[in-house]
């Protein structure tokens, strides 16, 4: 839904000074406006406005909010927010419920900008990562030696969580700064190292992170085998690379991991940018645990497990940007189905090893065109007191993006 003319809401972002640190201006918006949202901490912070109608967000968030706007769809509405509302806020939220013309932000100094310049740290070296009701796991894809981080925590909890978390990756000397309070009157600092943190923190903090470890992962595809927990279905490293070169991950874009095994293409379709989104479909409900367990462990917790068979399951999911097929193919109309769910410029990668999978691949590729590509690998291994090569069994590898029309 789109608005025109005058916004429907003002969104206003208040800092942790509260009302008094609000531009005189802005003070006449939040006075005259007829209705108020925001969280019951921010409504708090207002003076007493005879007349004016104060209302906290509902909760849940999402389920809730379309009522409430309907409500008051007919008088001026403030709605307020910590620092800036486009930063993991409310502001976010309402633009993609009531489109962009209707919603006005105003934003005050946000609690990054406030951290950064208490650390010294310059924007372009330093990464934010939002932890606001989420899994710690998706700090595990961030870890790289070196680097500074600015972490947006759910709670008070979150120092702790995120001090052990770096620990079990070998991080421990990381340096941890908590910047509580930033812009109030009470504003704090507690320091230390992962591996010895302690001590209570306020609930309104940021969280730098100084990161001191091994590399633990690279950000390209193609991590050690090693590092997933598996039974033998496992796409191996080569190939793994191999494919997603040609999945071609894309900020935002959803992949279907088909077959998923152990996980490893859609984990690693999904660590190439933090925004990456993958549904991984397996039949094995041992292996569906399985792939839940790597996924958290490699920094990718959001990964959408689906048991099930192939194509069957399929079609109830959203539709995909790409489409990755590691086992199963010769289930009847898989190929057609995945065909089909891909939009124009869609990635579909097949993988087979037996005679048959590539007997229906070399026919796809005589129909649709693509790459058909034969792939072995070997390794050195000891062959007695000297060393030989050992070829793993051979894969052919279909590529195609489907056309526009």
Same mark, same amino acid.
């Given at each position: 839904? $789109? ?68 409500? %008051? ?16 806020? @409310?502001?976010?939220?309402? @633009? ?11 934003? &005050? ?7 950064? +310049?208490?650390?010294?740290?310059? +924007? ?8 606001? =009701? ?9 870890? /790289? ?74 950000? $390209? ?26 999945? &071609? ?16 293409? !859609? ?5 190439? %940018? ?5 549904? /991984? ?9 399985? @792939? ?52 124009? =410029? !869609?990635?579909?990668?097949? %993988? ?37 090569? $050992? ?12 056309? %526009?029309?």
């Amino acid at each position: 839904m $789109t608005s025109t003319g005058a916004p429907r809401i003002t969104v206003v972002g208040i800092g942790a000074d509260g009302w008094v640190g609000l531009p005189e201006h802005l003070r006449k918006t939040v006075e005259e406006a007829s209705v108020v949202l925001g969280g019951r901490r921010h409504l708090d912070l207002l003076p007493p406005i005879p007349g004016q109608f104060r209302e906290a967000w509902p909760s849940p968030l999402r389920a809730g909010l379309s009522d409430l706007l309907d409500r %008051h769809a007919e008088v001026p509405v403030v709605a307020l927010a910590s620092g800036d509302p486009l930063l993991s806020g @409310i502001g976010t939220t309402l @633009i993609d419920l009531l489109g962009v013309d209707a919603v006005e932000v105003v934003p &005050a100094v946000s609690s990054v900008s406030l951290a950064r +310049a208490r650390l010294g740290w310059a +924007a372009e070296s330093t990464e934010v990562l939002t932890l606001v =009701g989420r899994d710690e796991a998706l700090l595990v894809r961030q870890l /790289a030696p070196g680097r500074r981080l600015l972490v947006l925590s759910s709670d008070a909890s979150t120092p702790e969580r995120v001090a052990r978390l770096l620990t079990r990756c070998g991080y421990a000397e990381s340096r941890m700064t908590v910047l509580g309070d930033l812009g109030s009157p009470d504003e704090s600092r507690l320091a230390g190292r992962a591996g010895t943190w302690g001590g209570a923190v306020p609930r309104l903090h940021v969280l730098a992170l100084e990161l001191s470890g091994p590399v633990v992962g690279s950000w $390209t595809a193609g991590l050690p085998d090693s590092a997933y927990e598996h039974d033998g279905q496992l796409t191996k490293r080569d190939l793994r690379a191999s494919a997603l070169a040609r999945l &071609a991950p894309q900020p935002g874009q959803l992949l279907w991991d088909i077959g998923a095994g152990a996980g490893s293409v !859609g984990i690693e379709w999904m660590r190439a %940018h933090q925004s990456c989104r993958a549904v /991984a479909v397996e039949v094995d409900p041992a292996r569906a645990a399985r @792939i839940d367990r790597n996924a958290a462990a490699l920094g990718a917790p959001t990964l959408e497990v689906v048991e099930g068979r192939a194509p069957d399951v399929l079609r109830d999911l959203p539709a995909p940007d790409a489409i990755f097929v590691g086992g199963g193919a010769t289930a009847r109309g898989l190929l057609d189905e995945c065909l089909r769910a891909l939009a124009p =410029g !869609g990635r579909l990668v097949v %993988h087979g090893v037996t005679m048959e999978t590539e007997s229906l691949l070399a026919q796809a590729y005589a129909e649709h065109g693509g790459e058909l590509t034969r792939i072995s690998v070997e390794t050195a291994a000891p062959i007695g007191s000297f060393t030989g090569w $050992t070829p793993a069994r051979a894969v052919t590898q279909w590529a195609v993006t489907k056309e %526009h029309a």
